[in-house]
C-alpha cells in the first residue's frame, strides 16, 4: 500500500498540472481573438458589427476616413482603390521642402527653438514624434553649418606627409531628417 506521503506528494503534482494547463488554454482563449487598441490608434468602435469574426484572424484593419474601411487581403493591394491615386495628402508630402537660409549668431541663436505660430508647433511636433528631436531648430539652423575646429592647439600646428592616401567616411542613415 502506498503511504500518505506519496500520495499527497502525487496528488500536488496533479493539482498543480491541472491548475496550469487550465490556466494556459484561459490564456489561449482569451488571446485568440481579441482585437487590442492603443490609445494612439484610430477608434472604429462604430465599425465594429459589420467586422465578421473571419476577417479579423488576417489582422488587417485600415481606416483611411470615418467612412471607409479595408478589411482583409484587400488591405495590401491598395493601387486597386480609385481614389489612392490623387490623393491629395500624398501629394502634399511629396512636395519639395523650401531651404531656409542659415541663421547668423547675429540675429540671436536663443529664439531658434521658440514656437512663433501653429505651424512651427505642428513641425516641433512631428519632428519630436518622427525623428526623436526639435526639427523646428533643425530646420532654422540651415544645412550649411560650420564645425568649429575643436582640436589642441599643438594638434592644429602639425602637418601630415603629402603622400599619405585619401580617406573617406560614408555613414549611411535610415529614417533621418533631410536636416541633420
Same mark, same amino acid.
Given at each position: 500500500?502506498?503511504?500518505?506521503? @506519496?500520495?499527497? &506528494? ?11 494547463? &487550465?490556466?494556459?488554454?484561459? @490564456? ?17 468602435? =462604430? ?26 487581403? =484587400?488591405?495590401? =493591394? /491598395?493601387?486597386? %482603390?480609385? !481614389? ?25 541663436? !536663443? ?16 519632428? @519630436?514624434?518622427?525623428?526623436? &528631436?526639435?526639427? /523646428? ?8 553649418? %560650420? ?25 549611411? &542613415? @535610415? ?6
Amino acid at each position: 500500500m502506498i503511504s500518505t506521503r @506519496y500520495v499527497s &506528494f502525487l496528488s500536488g503534482i496533479v493539482i498543480a498540472s491541472l491548475t496550469w494547463a &487550465f490556466s494556459l488554454y484561459l @490564456y489561449s482563449r482569451l488571446t485568440q481573438n481579441a482585437i487590442t487598441t492603443s490609445p494612439t490608434m484610430l477608434s472604429l468602435s =462604430n465599425h465594429r458589427e459589420s467586422i465578421d469574426k473571419e476577417m479579423l484572424r488576417d489582422n488587417i484593419i485600415i481606416a483611411r476616413n470615418e467612412k471607409q474601411i479595408i478589411i482583409g487581403k =484587400n488591405a495590401y =493591394n /491598395l493601387k486597386s %482603390n480609385k !481614389d489612392s491615386r490623387n490623393n491629395n495628402l500624398l501629394l502634399q508630402q511629396l512636395q519639395p521642402v523650401p531651404v531656409k537660409p542659415a541663421i547668423t549668431l547675429e540675429q540671436g541663436l !536663443d529664439e531658434l527653438g521658440m514656437v512663433k505660430n501653429l505651424e512651427d508647433q505642428q513641425k516641433r511636433d512631428e519632428g @519630436y514624434k518622427n525623428y526623436a &528631436f526639435n526639427v /523646428l531648430i533643425s530646420d532654422n539652423l540651415g544645412i550649411r553649418r %560650420n564645425i568649429p575646429d575643436t582640436r589642441h592647439k599643438l594638434c592644429r600646428a602639425q602637418k601630415y606627409p603629402i603622400n599619405l592616401a585619401n580617406a573617406s567616411i560614408i555613414i549611411c &542613415f @535610415y529614417n533621418e531628417h533631410y536636416t541633420t
